[in-house]
């Protein structure tokens, strides 16, 4: 059973970069074909997507946060990490990872599917104050 | 991006009741690519539905989705307590991945 923990500073100075790290107890060897994302909430707000990224290394961003965001993996200490930088207040919320099963190919089908965000951490809040 | 429409901002039934929660979208988007969300309060995202009505795992049955195009339901036959929460639908059709702005149930 893989589950998700995030862990980070919670509080953060204006103008300052935003790390988080998302920690995966089982590992990544059971979850080989997933995708590893971080995605965020502000207070009484919906959820917003910032970014996922592959085994490889490989990550996709929201346009609108591609140019202050950096996600990266580290296998070998079964983590993923989120770095935002130039944060302001905008930027206070509830940061959660959560695992992606990205699109998959039936070849039964010929179609793709997509299987959703099917493990979640607890979030963590941070908040950007000087 | 696509746009997640979800009304209503509010719904407010008792336990046993139907509950009827739309999405729409901006755009036509593939029933293979739509998903619900469950978010009671002070906790994460809990994964309802994908491929619009498909059941995640140890998700009940009184949860049901349907829908296609730009218009997507999801059902909850008989509200039960622990049921009053925020749900969102959500796409990955397109990127990037989006969010509906939720609907919350709660106790009438």
């Known amino acids: 059973q893989v589950q998700l923990q995030e862990s980070g500073p919670g509080l953060v100075r204006p103008s300052q970069t935003l790390s988080l790290t998302c920690t995966v107890s089982?590992?990544?060897?059971?979850?080989?074909?997933?995708?590893w994302t971080w995605i965020r909430q502000p207070a009484g707000r919906g959820l917003e997507w910032i970014g996922r990224v592959y085994l490889t290394g490989s990550t996709d961003y929201n346009p609108s946060l591609r140019s202050r965001v950096s996600i990266s993996i580290d296998t070998s200490k079964n983590q993923f990490s989120l770095r935002l930088t130039s944060v302001t207040a905008a930027d206070t919320a509830v940061y959660y990872c959560?695992?992606?099963?990205?699109?998959?190919?039936?070849?039964?089908?010929?179609?793709?599917?997509?299987?959703?965000?099917?493990?979640w951490g607890q979030g963590t809040t941070v908040t950007v104050s000087s | 991006e696509v746009v997640l429409t979800q009304s209503p901002g509010t719904l407010s039934l008792s336990p046993g009741e139907r509950a009827t929660l739309s999405c729409r979208a901006s755009q036509s988007i593939s029933t293979n690519y739509l998903a619900w969300y469950q978010q009671r309060p002070g906790q994460g995202p809990r994964l309802l539905m994908y491929?619009?009505?498909t059941r995640a795992t140890g998700i009940p049955e009184r949860f049901s989705g349907s829908g296609s195009g730009t218009d997507f339901t999801l059902t909850i036959s008989r509200l039960e307590p622990d049921d009053f929460a925020v749900y969102y639908c959500?796409?990955?059709?397109?990127?990037?991945?989006?969010f509906g702005g939720g609907t919350k149930v709660e106790t009438k």
């Open positions: 491929g619009t009505s």
């Open positions: 959500q796409q990955y059709d397109t990127s990037p991945l989006t």
């Open positions: 959560a695992r992606d099963h990205g699109r998959r190919y039936d070849p039964s089908t010929r179609a793709y599917y997509y299987d959703g965000l099917d493990v």
């Open positions: 089982g590992g990544f060897s059971s979850s080989a074909s997933y995708y």
